[in-house]
């Protein structure tokens, strides 16, 4: 990781020498996926995975760092051979590249945390065809040095964590009343009456709260959709 | 009796839209008029349908462990399961090359209507699903060959109504943030409502069904059942 980092740091000062390696751009590029670009909330990709992991925290935890990890390497690679890659065949190249690194990331979450591997079961291999990754190629690296292939990478990657992470925290809290497995919603409660919302934990609260919280935002920044 | 039980497991049951959330994106995108909508759908079932069985071909005789002892005794013992997304998706992205290429070439109406959408189907979740479930819950040749079509049938079904829904809702006064993505999040979450009322159909044959590889706690199984019949009602 480190030394990859690295490499990544040098290929951008030979490249531009003139450009700090944190300019103002190009910290845009990371904090703009965050809010007003969010690729979930605004540019509707990467849905698919986001509302199926997300019943509890832990996996979906998982997930988040999965995704950022395969984003940044793709959005890397790609950038590295944009200038190799005939533009008749870069679908078939982009998904063979993305499919060799989810297979490095499902073949290290099963050697290392195989309890979370059951559990997210088809969806690691999922990621393969999340838009996001696939948005971000063809929108981003295609047409930019890799050290800001990987900037662009970590922004979505982080814009897409914070949003399913926010999903799955209201459905575990509401839905079994724990977070991370461990219980919060203290016994005194569900004596005096309260009840856990059975429908958090299935696929309809999910929709529900991917509504509500697209809804909050973008009353916040005022981004309206026409019919 | 046990194939007709897979189908209308796989069409409403474990339907990939309302159970699984696979193929989100599209179904965001393309569910804005019925006719598009029915096009797509069309396409998906289609793919789906060669897919499946295709890629289950491939698994038995070239993926699984001792898949490829057909080539002699040296071969038996090796494993490429490592290979699976790889192979699966060079697989699908091919194959839908491949279709569209002969569906222009033999039925050019047939190409008009769905032309578009073929491209869009190599990066659709449900296809690369399909492929994935079919492994998981280890399918015969005979339940894969039923199994994709019907999925793809339950897909196509959640966006026409998706897309008739929508097409009425032109007439109706959303607030401004909700416009667009949001109501059509919670117009799929009563959808799905409507749809987790056929968790009470009981299947014959439902073995496979019963290792359920949703990501969901068991102790809320009651709970499910409770809003199911909220639902009904």
Same mark, same amino acid.
């Given at each position: 990781m480190s030394t990859e980092t690295l490499e990544q740091e040098k290929v951008a000062q030979i490249a531009?020498?003139?450009?700090?390696?944190? +300019?103002a751009k190009r910290k845009r590029y990371v904090t703009d996926p965050l809010d007003d670009d969010n690729p979930v909330t605004v540019q509707v990709l990467g849905i698919c995975s986001a509302l199926a992991?997300? +019943?509890?925290m832990a996996p979906t935890m998982v997930m988040a760092i999965a995704v950022t990890v395969v984003v940044v390497f793709s959005n890397v690679i790609i950038s590295l051979l944009r200038n190799l890659i005939p533009s008749s065949i870069r679908i078939i190249a982009q998904l063979g590249i993305v499919a060799t690194i989810v297979a490095v990331v499902d073949l290290v979450l099963k050697a290392y945390m195989f309890d979370v591997s059951k559990s997210l079961s088809v969806f690691v291999g999922l990621i393969i065809t999340n838009c996001i990754v696939m948005g971000r190629l063809e929108a981003f690296a295609m047409g930019n040095k890799p050290w800001d292939s990987a900037l662009d990478g970590l922004g979505s990657g982080l814009g897409y964590s914070w949003v399913i992470l926010a999903i799955a925290f209201f459905r575990e809290l509401f839905g079994s009343g724990k977070l991370f497995g461990f219980t919060i919603i203290p016994e005194s409660a569900y004596t005096a009456g309260y009840e856990n919302f059975g429908i958090m934990v299935t696929p309809v609260g999910a929709f529900m709260v991917v509504g509500i919280i697209i809804w909050l935002q973008r009353t916040r920044n005022g981004y309206v959709e026409e019919h | 009796m046990d194939l007709l039980a897979l189908a209308i497991k796989s069409m409403f049951i474990e339907n990939m839209i309302f159970a699984f959330f696979l193929g989100m994106c599209s179904y965001l995108a393309v569910s804005k008029k019925v006719k598009t909508a029915i096009g797509l759908g069309a396409a998906v079932v289609f793919v789906l349908a060669i897919t499946v069985p295709l890629n289950w071909t491939l698994d038995h005789f070239i993926l699984q462990e001792g898949a490829l002892s057909w080539l002699g005794d040296d071969f038996?013992?090796?494993?490429?399961?490592?290979l699976r997304f790889i192979m699966f998706i060079a697989t699908i992205a091919a194959m839908v090359q491949l279709v569209e290429m002969a569906v222009e070439k033999f039925s050019p109406a047939l190409y008009g209507a769905l032309g578009i959408f073929l491209p869009l189907i190599?990066?659709?979740c449900s296809i690369l699903g399909g492929s994935l479930f079919m492994v998981t819950r280890e399918y015969t040749f005979s339940e894969a060959l039923v199994f994709g079509p019907s999925a793809g049938i339950g897909w196509m079904i959640a966006i026409v109504c998706l897309a008739a829904v929508r097409e009425r809702m032109k007439y109706s006064n959303v607030p401004a943030g909700l416009r667009g993505l949001g109501i059509t999040m919670i117009v799929t979450g009563l959808m799905g409502m409507a749809f987790?009322?056929?968790?009470?159909i009981k299947v014959e044959g439902g073995k496979k069904g019963e290792e359920s590889t949703k990501v969901e706690s068991k102790e809320t199984k009651p709970a499910k059942a409770e809003e199911n019949t909220v639902s009904l009602r």
């Open positions: 531009e020498p003139a450009e700090p390696l944190f +300019s992991v997300t +019943s509890q | 038996a013992t090796i494993d490429l399961g490592f190599a990066v659709n987790m009322a056929f968790m009470g």
